[in-house]
């Protein structure tokens, strides 16, 4: 699907490199607000012998110069002439951890940060690129501390990117922690004063974040995802793992031949979702006010309901694009993408939120 209007200067691109699928967003910022330039997706075909192996090694399916043509693609079909851009990094590919520094002055964080991060990571630090993000200040033991949300991403992992920038025609990029993007995108100012937690449910993994006040508190990365969902469906039936998804996107998780499959592991997730819900109250004895998704599970029929029944709280779809400009005409496509797009919707608001 690809998409391609009339364009406007200061465009930013958020590029979401998935298991099976890339997607990019073009968006650009002026006085007028932020506008939606171009979106485009492409879903790679995926042979039944390379699927297993993906997602038990958690890795992507594409090799870098697959998924830099694939980018090109993309960029060529909506007639892209950005060179810069913001790639996501998946949680799997990822090590996160939250930890104290004594309170410094801002211009000596950075560098507190990455003394105190050899002890935090289980990776060589001069083989590894960080990330942070300071959650809050705090007191702990008549000391003012600050409490950081680090994110370390193997040098080898960084390299592949490097390269699918290149043999894409990328001039100019940089990474970002798909968590952060998640909780850019969805950070809205009705939701300002409000303990938010956002579970993106992806193919190789789920991560959990609670955000108040549209600031990252927490984050976690919980065994549950879309694709093992698709490959025990698969299983269970005696079907393919294309012919499993294609039917839990036709039937939803109500059909009588996947209902008791999905609620068990919607059960699941569920009781993950109390879990971080009753941790974040014993530290800061808060309630979680609301449950945003994002990613393609939540969007499947039954499901939201099945949550909201299990959970009795205010539940709903990630709706990246409800502050961001675009044709009318698009409303019932963009209402129906979003969940999917929010990763990469984030990505592009990293530099235009810079700019602002």
Do not use: C
Not at 194 to 210: A, E, N
């Amino acid at each position: 699907m690809f998409l391609s209007f009339f364009a406007k200067p200061q465009k930013y691109l958020g590029i979401d490199i998935g298991t099976f699928s890339i997607k990019i967003v073009e968006l650009s910022y002026s006085k007028k607000g932020i506008f939606l330039e171009n979106y485009g997706e492409k879903i790679n075909e995926i042979r039944e012998s390379q699927i297993d192996n993906t997602l038990e090694k958690k890795i992507f399916l594409l090799s870098e110069e697959d998924t830099a043509n694939s980018i090109k693609e993309i960029l060529g079909a909506l007639k892209i002439e950005t060179k810069k851009a913001v790639f996501s990094i998946p949680d799997f590919m990822s090590f996160f951890t939250i930890f104290n520094i004594p309170l410094v002055p801002k211009e000596d964080i950075d560098s507190t940060v990455r003394f105190q991060a050899k002890q935090h990571i289980p990776l060589p630090l001069e083989k590894t690129s960080l990330d942070w993000l300071v959650i809050r200040e705090e007191e702990n033991r008549g000391k003012k501390e600050l409490k950081i949300l680090m994110v370390a991403v193997p040098n080898n992992i960084m390299i592949k990117y490097q390269k699918v920038a290149r043999l894409a025609g990328i001039e100019s990029f940089s990474v970002e922690a798909e968590v952060f993007s998640l909780a850019r995108a969805l950070t809205k100012k009705d939701n300002q004063n409000k303990v938010i937690q956002l579970i993106d449910i992806g193919i190789q993994s789920t991560t959990i974040t609670i955000s108040e006040n549209n600031r990252i508190k927490s984050t976690y990365s919980i065994n549950f995802s879309n694709g093992k969902n698709i490959r025990g469906l698969a299983d269970l039936l005696n079907i393919s793992y294309n012919e499993a998804e294609k039917m839990i996107e036709k039937r939803g998780i109500d059909d009588s031949e996947t209902k008791e499959f999905f609620k068990e592991r919607i059960d699941n997730l569920v009781m993950e979702s109390n879990k971080v819900s009753d941790s974040f109250f014993k530290q800061e004895k808060k309630k979680i006010d609301k449950i945003i998704f994002s990613g393609g599970l939540p969007v499947i029929p039954g499901f939201l309901n099945y949550f909201i029944k299990k959970t009795g709280k205010d539940v709903s779809i990630a709706q990246p694009f409800s502050d961001i400009n675009y044709p009318p005409s698009l409303n019932n496509i963009i209402q129906e993408l979003g969940a999917r797009y929010s990763v990469a919707i984030g990505l592009a608001l990293r530099n235009i939120n810079i700019k602002k």
